[in-house]
DNA sequence: GCCCAGGTGCGGC
DNA sequence: GCCGCACATGGG
C-alpha cells in the first residue's frame, strides 16, 4: 500500500508517476519466460522500479557522473543545486537542479569537481533554450531515433552525452523501456551472465580488465543485440544486473608471471 | 603512494 | 576508425 502524506505537497498521481506505477514492471517479464537468469535476477531485486526522473536534472546528473564515483557525483550536483534557490517539501528543505536559465546565469562554483563538464552543462542549457534539446520531441521519438539524436546526429547531439548517458537519461526520465546503459558494471555483469550477447573478443578483453567500456560503435552493435533479445525488459533487467553486479563487488584480475 | 570511480572528448596516427 | 590520454579528487 502506497500512502502520502496529506502535508507533502504531493499528489498520488505525482508520486505514481515519479515511480512508473502507471506502468505495470510485472508485464516486462512475461517476454523473459524462456530466460532462466534474467528472470532469476529480476526476482531477486523484487520491487525494483524505474524511476520516471524530470529529463533535464536526469540529463545533467548523468552528464556529470560519467567516471566520477557515486560520492563525488553527490557532492558535485549538490553544488550545482545550490546555485538555485532552496526548496521546501513535507517540511524538509532540499535543492534542485536549477533550470538552464538558472544555470545560465550563475557564477561557477569554485571547487565544483567538474573540470570541463561545467562547459557541457553550460552548452546543454544553451540548447535547452533554444530549442536544439527538445524533451518532448525525445519522448515522442522511438528509442533508436532519440539516442541518434542524442549522441551522433551533428546539430542535435549533446557535449558531454555519450552512449551511456544517452541511455540513462532516455530510460529514467523518457519512458524508453528497452533502453540498457551499459557501464562499467554492466559490462562485466553482461560478461558474466550474458556472454552470448558479445562479441568473444570483448569478453575476453572485459574479464581479463583490460577494458572497461566500449566504443561507440561498439555500443551500438552490444545494444542493437541486447534489445532484439530483451525488448522492453531491457531497462529493468539492466537495473537488477547493475545492483547484482555492485553488490558483488570487481578486483581486477593481477597479470601474472 | 596507488588504483579506481554508473564515460567522454580530443588529438595523433 | 582506432588508440591513448586527460579529466578531478575522495576513498579504499
Same mark, same amino acid.
Given at each position: 500500500?502506497?500512502?502520502?502524506?496529506?502535508?507533502?505537497?504531493?499528489?498520488?498521481? %505525482?508520486? @505514481?508517476?515519479?515511480?512508473? &506505477? *502507471?506502468?505495470?514492471? !510485472?508485464?516486462? #517479464?512475461?517476454?523473459? /519466460?524462456?530466460?532462466?537468469?534474467?528472470?532469476?535476477?529480476?526476482?531477486?531485486?523484487?520491487?525494483?522500479?524505474?524511476?520516471?526522473?524530470?529529463?533535464?536534472?536526469?540529463?545533467?546528473?548523468?552528464?556529470?557522473?560519467?567516471?566520477?564515483?557515486?560520492?563525488?557525483?553527490?557532492?558535485?550536483?549538490?553544488?550545482?543545486?545550490?546555485?538555485?534557490?532552496?526548496?521546501?517539501?513535507?517540511?524538509?528543505?532540499?535543492?534542485?537542479?536549477?533550470?538552464?536559465?538558472?544555470?545560465?546565469?550563475?557564477?561557477?562554483?569554485?571547487?565544483?569537481?567538474?573540470?570541463?563538464?561545467?562547459?557541457?552543462?553550460?552548452?546543454?542549457? %544553451?540548447? @535547452?533554450?533554444?530549442?536544439? &534539446? *527538445?524533451?518532448?520531441? !525525445?519522448?515522442? #521519438?522511438?528509442?533508436? /531515433?532519440?539516442?541518434?539524436?542524442?549522441?551522433?546526429?551533428?546539430?542535435?547531439?549533446?557535449?558531454?552525452?555519450?552512449?551511456?548517458?544517452?541511455?540513462?537519461?532516455?530510460?529514467?526520465?523518457?519512458?524508453?523501456?528497452?533502453?540498457?546503459?551499459?557501464?562499467?558494471?554492466?559490462?562485466?555483469?553482461?560478461?558474466?551472465?550474458?556472454?552470448?550477447?558479445?562479441?568473444?573478443?570483448?569478453?575476453?578483453?572485459?574479464?581479463?580488465?583490460?577494458?572497461?567500456?566500449?566504443?561507440?560503435?561498439?555500443?551500438?552493435?552490444?545494444?542493437?543485440?541486447?534489445?532484439?533479445?530483451?525488448?522492453?525488459?531491457?531497462?529493468?533487467?539492466?537495473?537488477?544486473?547493475?545492483?547484482?553486479?555492485?553488490?558483488?563487488?570487481?578486483?581486477?584480475?593481477?597479470?601474472?608471471?
Amino acid at each position: 500500500m502506497l500512502t502520502v502524506r496529506s502535508d507533502s505537497g504531493l499528489s498520488l498521481e %505525482e508520486v @505514481a508517476k515519479f515511480l512508473h &506505477l *502507471d506502468e505495470d514492471h !510485472l508485464w516486462l #517479464a512475461e517476454r523473459l /519466460r524462456d530466460e532462466p537468469r534474467a528472470l532469476e535476477l529480476l526476482t531477486s531485486f523484487k520491487g525494483m522500479r524505474i524511476l520516471r526522473q524530470d529529463p533535464w536534472s536526469c540529463l545533467i546528473s548523468y552528464i556529470v557522473s560519467s567516471s566520477l564515483n557515486i560520492s563525488v557525483t553527490e557532492k558535485a550536483l549538490t553544488m550545482i543545486s545550490q546555485l538555485g534557490k532552496e526548496k521546501t517539501l513535507n517540511g524538509h528543505r532540499f535543492w534542485a537542479i536549477p533550470d538552464p536559465e538558472v544555470l545560465l546565469n550563475s557564477p561557477r562554483p569554485r571547487k565544483d569537481f567538474l573540470g570541463k563538464k561545467w562547459y557541457h552543462i553550460v552548452l546543454a542549457a %544553451e540548447r @535547452a533554450i533554444d530549442g536544439r &534539446l *527538445d524533451f518532448e520531441d !525525445l519522448l515522442r #521519438a522511438t528509442y533508436e /531515433r532519440a539516442w541518434h539524436d542524442m549522441v551522433i546526429n551533428q546539430g542535435t547531439k549533446i557535449m558531454g552525452v555519450g552512449p551511456k548517458v544517452a541511455d540513462c537519461v532516455l530510460l529514467f526520465s523518457l519512458d524508453k523501456m528497452e533502453s540498457f546503459p551499459m557501464d562499467r558494471w554492466v559490462l562485466r555483469g553482461l560478461v558474466q551472465y550474458f556472454p552470448d550477447l558479445i562479441p568473444e573478443e570483448i569478453v575476453g578483453a572485459v574479464s581479463s580488465g583490460m577494458k572497461s567500456s566500449l566504443s561507440v560503435r561498439e555500443y551500438e552493435k552490444v545494444s542493437a543485440t541486447v534489445r532484439a533479445r530483451f525488448g522492453c525488459s531491457g531497462g529493468l533487467l539492466q537495473e537488477c544486473l547493475f545492483m547484482r553486479m555492485r553488490k558483488l563487488g570487481w578486483q581486477k584480475p593481477r597479470a601474472s608471471a
